[in-house]
Each structure stands twice: as structure tokens, then as C-alpha cells.
């Protein structure tokens, strides 16, 4: 029987709600949360990325402003941008978009941001917040994962998590969340032996990896969850084939665009899995979702109320 898919769609769709209700009763109460978004340079993928998070700002009711330094802006301009965002009141989110060009320090940058305005949670006190389990700011994409997890009732004390890859943006936080859960939690990388052996032990098999399909059904226990936190691009004709042969939908689409979208999961995997979130439409709206809701939180934080 084919997998349960989570879909990520309508679960972004109601926290986004939910997001503009706080927000028009914090508003109400003369406190608007306000979210600065940096865009260093001219990364197509990353003004892709910001225009969604400056449009989604703008329907839960958010203030929002983008800041765009040239590609050429030094560690010191940067850091002098932050400051001032730092200082600002009104301003309760700051982003900085990554990746930063070759030549800034992006851990200088992202240790100069206000860890009380961190609401991509990357400041190494939101981290250690997290990994002692005190309120703080918790990284996007993670805390989408636990709300697609929460949202469609998969038990997560007691059950076997692995997470395959170990960035600091993903699979580190996400790892931490499901321990903070009472998972049994496993982190896979690229040393790891026997990793197919390792994938079949869990319940949930987080992929956070950042390659194309490399998690196949032999990788996976009947009837476990998988969550795909990748997000690929295939271009080529005998890629994509490898893949979804025989998926005439997605063939016209690829046809019609010369690209489609992938996850870390092969799509076979659909057919061992007990509940799958598909690529497009599973993780990564709701990680926008998720932006909105930790500069709502920020704000709250910020005034002494309680997230
Ligand atoms: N670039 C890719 N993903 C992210 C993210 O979650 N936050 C930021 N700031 N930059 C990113």
C-alpha cells in the first residue's frame, strides 16, 4: 500500500493562519513584530528564497523590510548593518540570508546578530538554548519537521529516529528536537558504515543530506515515516529518468520546464513508507510558515510575554 502523505501545503497554510491571528492581536495591543531580511548580492536561489519570505511577511501582516548590500559589501559594513538592526525597537527578526559571498566572515556575521532577534535560531546561544531545553529561538526548517511530525499525530517518544546528515542548519537541530521529544536519536553522515542497515532501524528517517535521491527503499522499514528536507533540481534527461520513468504528469512538466524538483528520497520509497512528505509541498513551506512564527515570537520574547 502506498505511503500516507503529509502534506506540508496544508499544515504551512494553518500555521500561517494561526500566525495572522497573533499578529493582529498583537498589533491590536500597539506591538506590530517587525522582520528584517538581508540579501547580500545577487544568489538566484536566495532572492527566490527572500521574495517568499518578504511576500509571506506581508499576508500574515508582519512588518518586514529587505535590506540588499551589493555582492562587493565588506564583513565590517555588514556587521555595522546588524548593529543597527540590533539596536533598532521595531525591528524583532533578522535574517540574514545564506549563503553570504566568499570573502565575509558568515560566522562573524551571524554571532553579531542579537540572539534575541535570531530568528533563524543559527546564534550559537539560541543553539545551546535548545540543547538544554530553554525557551529560545529554533531554526526554521527543524522546527517544521517537529510540526509536520506533531501535526499529523506520528508518535515520537520512545520511537527510533534517524536523521541522515548533520549540518548545523538541519540535522543537528532537528536531532536535538526529536531527543528533546524522547526519541531514540541516530545521526548518519557521510563517515557512517552501513548506512542502509542504520535507515531500517527507524521509525522516522529524517533525509537531510542534499543529494537527489540517495535514500532508496532499502534504506527504509516498512511502514516508517520519512521526512525529505531536500529540495534538488534535476536538469537532465537520464536523471530524471533514473527517477520517475514511467510519472507521465511530472514528464509533461519536466518537458515543458527542462527541470523538476527532488527530495533526498527516491520515489520508491513511497511504496515502503507508512507516511512520506512529498517534494515539492512538504517541508519547505512550512519553513517560511515557520520564519513567520519565530519573529512572532521573538517579539513576544523580546517584551517579557510568554511564546
Ligand atoms: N539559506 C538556505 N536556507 C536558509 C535558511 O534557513 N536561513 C537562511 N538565513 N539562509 C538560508
Known amino acids: 500500500m502506498p505511503a500516507r502523505i503529509l502534506d ?35 544568489n538566484p536561489a536566495s532572492e527566490v528564497y527572500v521574495r517568499g519570505k518578504v511576500k509571506s511577511s506581508h499576508e500574515v501582516g508582519l512588518y518586514s523590510e529587505q535590506h ?31 549563503p553570504l559571498p ?21 546564534h550559537p546561544m539560541n543553539v545551546g538554548y535548545l540543547s538544554t531545553q530553554r525557551p529560545g529561538l529554533v531554526p526554521c526548517t527543524p ?10 499525530s506520528i508518535r515520537i ?16 537541530p532537528v536531532a536535538m528536537l526529536l531527543l528533546n521529544e524522547n526519541a531514540t536519536v541516530t545521526v548518519c553522515h557521510s563517515k557512517t558504515r552501513d548506512l542502509p542497515e542504520v535507515g531500517r532501524r527507524a521509525d522516522i528517517l529524517i533525509a537531510a543530506i542534499g543529494r537527489a ?60 513508507a507508512g507516511a512520506i512528505t512529498p517534494v515539492p509541498g512538504g517541508i519547505g513551506p512550512r519553513t517560511i510558515a515557520m520564519l513567520m512564527s519565530n519573529t512572532v515570537k521573538a517579539a513576544m520574547l523580546r517584551r517579557g510575554l510568554s511564546a
Not at 68 to 88: G, K, V, Y
Not at 106 to 120: C, E, G, H, N, T
Not at 143 to 152: H, K, P, T, Y
Open 143 to 152: 522546527a517544521g519537521v517537529m510540526e509536520i511530525l506533531r501535526r499529523s
Open 102 to 122: 566568499s570573502h565575509v566572515d558568515a560566522k562573524k556575521i551571524l554571532l553579531a546578530v542579537d540572539p534575541a532577534k535570531d530568528v533563524d535560531g543559527f
Open 213 to 272: 535521491g540517495m535514500i532508496t527503499a532499502d534504506y527504509v522499514k516498512p511502514g516508517a515515516t520519512v521526512v525529505d528536507v531536500g529540495i534538488n533540481k534535476i536538469t537532465d534527461r537520464k536523471e530524471f529518468d533514473r527517477f520517475f520513468v514511467g510519472d507521465k504528469k511530472r514528464e509533461e512538466a519536466f518537458l515543458a520546464k527542462g527541470a523538476t524538483l527532488i527530495g533526498d528520497v527516491h520515489p520508491e520509497v513511497t511504496e515502503v
Open 8 to 42: 506540508g501545503t496544508k499544515i504551512a497554510a494553518d500555521i500561517r493562519a494561526e500566525v495572522s491571528a497573533r499578529v493582529k492581536s498583537l498589533t491590536a495591543a500597539g506591538i506590530r513584530p517587525g522582520l528584517a531580511v538581508v540579501l547580500v548580492g545577487h
Open 157 to 172: 517518544a520512545g520511537q527510533e529516529a534517524v536523521v541522515v546528515g548533520r549540518s548545523d542548519i538541519v540535522g543537528k
Open 68 to 98: 540588499t548590500p551589493a555582492e562587493t559589501a565588506t564583513t565590517d559594513e555588514l556587521l555595522a548593518l546588524i548593529s543597527d538592526l540590533n539596536r533598532r525597537d521595531e525591528i524583532d527578526g533578522i535574517l540574514v540570508q545564506l
